[in-house]
């Protein structure tokens, strides 16, 4: 009988795991610059693009993949990926807006609403979305709507076109493209991704998102996404993602930039679902993504939340460096890992301007066999007069296959700091599950019940509609793992 | 409403209800008493359907259904109760939130609707008022941070929010001092009906000055080893249990 309703938990846990048959039009595999060139080609990219490309592909070549995370898989074979992949439409599309319908059946299927008309089920404003499929942006919405403020809202790729003086200011100033060994791998291969300027003194009348989706097998997703928020600009941005179920492990490496300038405000959130593998730990995406916002004026603030369950193998620590004074650093965090699955997660707060404050809550659930660790670095810098940081870290462990693990770095140059860290480790209780279950709830809903709000600090600074979402997605990526 | 016959449980190889009997119909108030580590929590712990323990022996029915073939939650459904002696903290989910769903998840075993937000939340009102319980404990997160009085208060609560058939109060006048525990025995006897029943679990005779049973009950060694009316529990007030150990310790050796 137990069994039996694990199995049916396990069997449709991953329910985004269908495949879109369209046909793709796709580089060949392997790395080299020709292969750069095809896509910068492809894309009709000025030369200083082409420029950009090319130097981080040959720093990366002298680069190695990191090694100190708490994960252990069997690295890509980068001669072995599809750079490249884009849907070709069955027939000739009448306009460049015009979707494919396939496209928007499997977007209707993920709960994607790409057409402006339709409102997505109960929920009150709209979000304008960018969607990218495997190596392009397919449509994103409300384009129009956001010009009128003054907003620009794009895919990565007519940004370039359209808007390169805006790109070559700021592309890499969060990320330089020799970052790290991936950051370093997307400069030079990325496809597409979203763009986002928000003009002086523009709040964003509605909430910008990217929803990123792996269809095609043996490519690897390397998208770049740029938010600008200009002098008193705010917006709230959301990412979300999925792919399709294989037994073959695939690549995502994307780098997300965030510039603040001076009383500015960005608050980025993502659901990360990518496939994680089946239960026995085979296929499911390698996440290996650079997420990092500058606070480059007075005042202005950056947020990060995430919810991860997804992926194979994450490591993804989406940072923030308080450059401006008085500047505020935000990271809120939920992870979930569960059967066979490796997160190592966290964030980095550089403060660097005078009393600036960072915050720092990340919750890791471990269940099944899998492995969750927490890394974050505060690093207070000389001159970084009156800094303060919080962080608080706390771990759940579901069975005892699991662990849980916390790596919390320190680095204090200035005596006027304030640092403060907690961090808890605790097990979900037969106890809790007992309580509930005397009052009618079943185990399902009880976890359901219990890691909620356990991770309510965090689903809390969810906009209202990904909370929801996010809830849900806990209680799936946890089905069976208790009882 | 509940029999028990000859319900044997035990932990590992440790038997710990040997042979219990006990018959509550409704409208009834039965009052269990015993030493410390007589059984009393584990009886009402394999009653509620803790699965650490192994019902080895017995029979329990329960209006008529075999309880003991019942997962926890659907025995709750069916109308039992537990006020725990220790009430479990559920940080960051709310009272109302989880009563809500408690609440819902009972409705939904009868085939009933969901009961809407408004009904609720009156309801909420109606019941935190009969167990004098501020109401901005319904809105914290569940016996998180709550005194000890208070989270047994918060269960006398979720007993009036849930309207069960048979109530189990595992020492809920434990940690109360005299006017939460004229409070709470309030609330219990205006629960009180002639179709639901309740199971008072105590060592001391205090709480049933305030809700009287129709008959009482001593536990020791995982056996019923005396029954009675009222009059049993003053007179165990009086002697202690020393008579009854020395009793039945001498009839095991
Ligand atoms: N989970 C358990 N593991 C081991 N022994 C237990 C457990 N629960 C109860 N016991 C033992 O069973 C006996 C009865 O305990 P309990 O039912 O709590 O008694 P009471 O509620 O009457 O004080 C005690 O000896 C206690 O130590
Ligand atoms: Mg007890």
Redesign the interface.
Known sequence: MANEILEEHINKDYEWGFITDIAADEAPKGLNEDIIKFISAKKNEPEWMLEFRLKAFRNWQNMVEPEWAHVSYTKPNFQDIIYYSAPKPKKELASLDEVDPELLKTFAKLGISIDEQKRLSGVQSNIAVDVVFDSVSVKTTFKETLAEKGIIFCSFSEAVQDHPELVKKYMGMAVPPTDNFYAALNSAVFTDGSFCYIPKGVRSPMELSTYFRINASGTGQFERTLIIADEDAFVSYLEGCTAPQRDENQLHAAVVEIITHKNAEVKYSTVQNWYPGDKEGKGGIFNFVTKRGICLEDNSKISWTQVETGSAVTWKYPSVILKGNNSVGEFYSVAVTNNYQQADTGTKMIHIGKNTRSTIISKGISAGFSNNSYRGLVQIKKGASNARNFSQCDSLLMGDKCGAHTFPYIEIKDKSAVVEHEATTSKI????L??????????E?AIG??V??????VLNKLPMEFAVEAQKLLAISLEGSVG | MITIKNLHASIGDKEILRGINLEVKAGEVHAIMGPNGSGKSTLSSVL???E?YDVTEGEVTFNGKNLLDL???D???EGL??A?QY???????SNI???R???N??RA?HGQEEMPAKDFLALVKEKSKLVELDSKLASR?VNEGFSGGEKKRNEIF?MAM?NPKLAILDETDSGLDIDALRIVATGVNKLKSKDNATIVITHYQRLLDYIVPDFVHILYKGRIVKSGGKELALEMEAKGYDEIKAQFDSLES
Request: charged fraction near 25%; hydrophobic fraction near 35%; include cysteine.
């Open positions: 209780g037969e106890d809790q007992f309580y509930c279950k005397q009052r009618g709830i079943d185990n809903k019940l219990i909620n709000g356990y991770c309510k600090e | 509620a359907g803790r650490d997962p926890a939650e025995r709750a459904r109760f537990l725990f009430p479990v903290e559920i940080p960051g989910v939130n989880f009563l769903t408690a609440l998840e009972i075993y997160s979720q849930l």
